[in-house]
T-cell receptor
Framework: GAVVSQHPSWVICKSGTSVKIECRSL??????MFWYRQFPKQSLMLMAT?????????EQGVEKDKFLINHASLTLSTLTVTSAHPEDSSFYIC????????????FGPGTRLTVL | GDSVTQMEGPVTLSEEACLTI???????????LFWYVQYPGEGLQLLLK?????DKGSNKGFEATYRKETTSFHLEKGSVQVSDSAVYFC??????????FGTGTSLTVIP
């Protein structure tokens, strides 16, 4: 099946710094990608929809200035957590649909962010 | 709003035991329902899906039936294997193409 990768798989940073997470579709193009956040023992929560060539669409309650999303190409979306704080520590997961946003989603392995 | 509630884990079973992981949903309209599986160190993978009422999704011996009357999509397998050890997520996709996930159920199968 299609493969989605994320980099890094885990990152530890100091409070106040910014962290960039990459999501790549390795063998298919994705005009749309999705970013999720997962707290321990909780559901995946959709944060935003990343759109190639246009602005991301954020879910209610997600700070767009804190979680910057850039869909630079048809195979790459990045999520930058700006001025990270300990409460931003979480598991971030991206997904990309094959051939349009209504079809099967392929998920990346996730990125564990720990903010000290 | 739309939501998914699934049985909390962890679940530990002996090999060849029967598995049921309960999942119920709340949604307006007619969502599509999914079960995803996450093996250690890997991303979520689609296990099975059902797009309308009474549909049965099946894959790798797992089954789930879309029950609109009970708003449920329980995952079942008659005989689990050690290789089935993973975390299982129930999810719905609503008519607005938004995904909502359950909290995940960790399954460990012991020989």
């Amino acid at each position: 099946g299609a493969v989605v990768s994320q980099h890094p798989s885990w990152v530890i940073c100091k409070s106040g710094t910014s962290v960039k997470i990459e999501c790549r579709s390795l063998d298919f193009q994705a005009t749309t990608m999705f970013w999720y956040r997962q707290f321990p023992k909780q559901s995946l929560m959709l944060m935003a929809t990343s759109n190639e060539g246009s602005k991301a669409t954020y879910e209610q309650g997600v700070e767009k200035d804190k979680f910057l999303i850039n869909h630079a190409s048809l195979t790459l979306s990045t999520l930058t957590v700006t001025s990270a704080h300990p409460e931003d520590s979480s598991f971030y997961i991206c997904s990309a649909p094959l051939e349009g946003p209504y079809n099967e989603q392929f998920f990346g392995p996730g990125t564990r962010l720990t903010v000290l | 709003g739309d939501s998914v509630t699934q049985m909390e884990g962890p679940v530990t079973l002996s090999e060849e035991a029967c598995l049921t992981i309960n999942c119920t949903y709340t949604a307006t309209g007619y969502p599509s329902l999914f079960w995803y599986v996450q093996y250690p160190g890997e991303g979520l993978q689609l296990l099975l899906k059902a797009t309308k009422a009474d549909d049965k999704g099946s894959n790798k011996g797992f089954e789930a039936t879309y029950r609109k009357e009970t708003t449920s999509f329980h995952l079942e397998k008659g005989s689990v294997q050690v290789s089935d050890s993973a975390v299982y997520f129930c999810a719905l996709r609503n008519t607005g193409n938004q995904f909502y996930f359950g909290t995940g159920t960790s399954l460990t199968v012991i020989p």
